[in-house]
């Protein structure tokens, strides 16, 4: 589906990343509008990607709906995400979600925290 402000999905999540998601909100045991995402300030590289299950969507988000799940993307984080894919690994220690991100100017060490420049406006609206 085509995003609301966007004439491209603002970001793709691979099979892996819907198929957690939907786990997630499935589990959530109540109802779940979607995935927030969204970015924030901190960590030593500058800042950081947030998410969390969203009991109702608010007016401004971006959403996104593809491979049965949705997303809704802080409007202050589009920008920073636009073209973004979001993945989920499993491997011997760990579980995460991660994302590419081609805004990402850099990473700490860590991996907790990204430096990320936000698109260009004019990115809004090109086609994908």
Known sequence: ?????LRRQAMTLTDAAAARVRELTDAAGRPVA???V???NGGC????YT????DQASPLDEVVETKGVRLLIDPKAVLFLLGAEM????????ASFSFRNPNETSACGCGESVAITPASPE?????A
């Open 1 to 5: 589906m085509a995003s609301r402000l």
């Open 34 to 36: 979607g995935l927030r």
């Open 38 to 40: 969204g970015v924030k």
């Open 123 to 127: 990115a809004l609206n090109a086609p």
């Open 51 to 54: 998410m969390e299950l969203a």
């Open 45 to 48: 590289a500058g800042m950081s």
């Open 87 to 94: 993945d989920f690994a499993v491997d011997r220690l760990s």
